[in-house]
């Protein structure tokens, strides 16, 4: 399997009228010899937990981070007629796990998609959650920064005294980041923990030939 021109232009992409779609690993085995356009996007990264509130404090803690989304990789590649290449579909990261400390959790890496060995599209990095620094109302942030197709809602806050709202999962095979989790809301007396992170979406891999 030969790469034969990573960087796409207008001039470099072959006219293309077939497609096949990998949502679950599998294998491809192509019917005829020539140039493939692969593309893989890696799995997207599990969102944030919130901020935790101690029992000295009434108030709400900062939202938790979305997950960043997965990488999308293309390149075009010469495959030969009857041959088995894997593809690989990564898995979306987890969601952080709320905390009572000041301490914050790391959300789990997207994993990555690859074509063979020569194509891959890295998952989306984890993020730190927060602790207890104040906010006015403690929403968690979308997955992919708050942008992109896919990702996973960030918590809304809670309206009343208690732990934080768990981030939305992001949608399956969007390659996209889970939603952070909101943060919790104090009363001076008990001690509440932020809401865990949503699960990054699972990546995919797109063959046109």
């Known amino acids: 399997m030969e790469l034969v021109n990573p960087a796409l232009t207008a001039t470099s992409i072959p006219v293309l009228n077939r497609e096949q779609v990998f949502n679950a690993s599998g294998t491809f085995t192509p019917d005829k010899s020539g140039n493939y356009l692969v593309i893989c996007k890696g799995g997207g990264a599990g ?78 990095l984890g993020v730190y959650g927060t602790s207890s620094v104040f906010a ?26 208690g732990n934080g709202n768990t981030g939305s999962d992001a949608v399956a095979n969007s390659g996209s980041g889970g939603g952070g989790g909101s943060g919790a809301f104090g009363d001076a007396t008990n001690t509440y923990v932020g809401g865990a992170g949503g699960v990054g979406g699972s990546g995919y891999c797109l063959i046109t030939w």
């Open 47 to 124: 969102g944030s937990h919130g901020g935790y509130i101690d029992a000295l404090i009434a108030e709400r803690g900062s939202g938790g981070k979305g997950g960043t989304e997965g990488e999308i990789t293309q390149a075009i590649v010469s495959l030969t007629a009857g041959t088995d290449y894997s593809v690989t579909i990564g898995a979306g990261g987890a969601g952080g796990a709320g905390t009572a400390t000041y301490d914050t959790n790391q959300s789990s890496a997207g994993v990555d998609t690859t074509f063979g060995t020569i194509v891959t599209g890295s998952g989306g």
């Open 136 to 161: 006015a109302h403690g929403y968690g942030e979308g997955g992919n920064n708050g942008i992109g197709p896919g990702g996973g809602l960030g918590a809304i806050s809670v309206s009343s005294i």
